[in-house]
């Protein structure tokens, strides 16, 4: 039995268990965003992303990219038909867990983006409720629980490689999604009150640095002289020929 398949992906939300509630509650969480997000070009990656909507940002142009016929480019994530630097801001939403190589998109995404450029992500949480589906063999090979799960701590440390800077990371969606989505009110209202970490969904909010964050050597070190023991010296100390 397969736990991890690429060839079962989400083409629209309906394609979820209780997608239409996924939808909102992504939708509504971005929408806090988009009056931040300024440019000219807005990217969203996969179909997902595509139906997610963006008219509260200021951005001049909005646009998709998938393989889906409906996308308003259709390409491949990981060989981007974008030139360097182009794009202010990209949305992926539920995407990276039906990807082979999901780092590769990762940094085909940092090529496109401008320096301050925005990236959000969404993904589903393996320390959520939603991880049960995994747990029991009935729904291993069904959408959503056929895809891989990564840690939101692992995704922000491969934004940390790429040189972005995390703004923000909330949890979302107290809900198993096995079931309706109406039903345990009362434990997804405990969820989100006690354990916040908890939330089904992540939202990921980072920031292209400038330049990557890089430990800065200290020029005091360089000036001290390099004291080395030359075999004629005896004990006395003389600068080496590095130092000269």
């Keep these: 039995m397969s ?5 079962c992906k989400p083409e629209q939300w309906e394609d979820l268990p209780n997608g239409a509630a996924l939808e ?12 931040r997000v300024f440019g000219y070009h807005l990217l969203k990656l996969g179909p997902l992303s595509a139906a997610l909507s963006s008219m509260e940002s200021p951005v001049a142009h909005h646009f998709s990219l998938s393989s889906s016929q409906d996308a308003s480019i259709i390409g491949d994530f990981c060989h981007l038909p974008l030139q360097n ?4 801001a990209v949305v992926m939403s539920l995407l990276l867990e039906f990807e ?8 085909e995404t940092d090529r496109v983006l ?9 993904g589903f949480n393996p320390l959520s409720p939603v991880f049960l589906g995994k747990l029991w ?22 934004l940390g490689l790429l040189g972005y800077q995390v703004v ?3 949890r979302l969606v107290y809900h198993p999604l096995i079931g309706e989505f109406n039903e345990g009110r009362f434990l997804q209202q405990t969820l989100a009150s006690w354990l916040p970490s908890t939330g089904s969904l992540y939202l990921i909010v980072a920031r292209k640095l400038e330049s990557p964050l890089t430990p800065i050597r200290d020029k005091r070190k360089v000036l001290q002289p390099n004291w080395s023991t030359a075999s004629s010296a005896g004990r006395s100390g003389h600068l080496s020929e590095h130092s000269k």
């Design 3 to 7: 736990y991890f398949s690429t060839e």
């Design 24 to 35: 909102f509650a992504v939708a509504e969480k971005l929408a806090h965003w988009w009056p």
């Design 85 to 88: 630097g182009v794009i202010d």
């Design 100 to 107: 082979p190589d999901p780092y590769r998109i990762l940094r």
């Design 114 to 122: 401008i320096a301050g450029g925005y990236l959000f992500i969404v």
């Design 137 to 158: 063999p009935k729904y291993q090979d069904c959408l959503p629980w056929n895809g891989r799960f990564f840690m939101p701590s692992r995704v922000r440390d491969w």
């Design 168 to 170: 923000s990371d909330e």
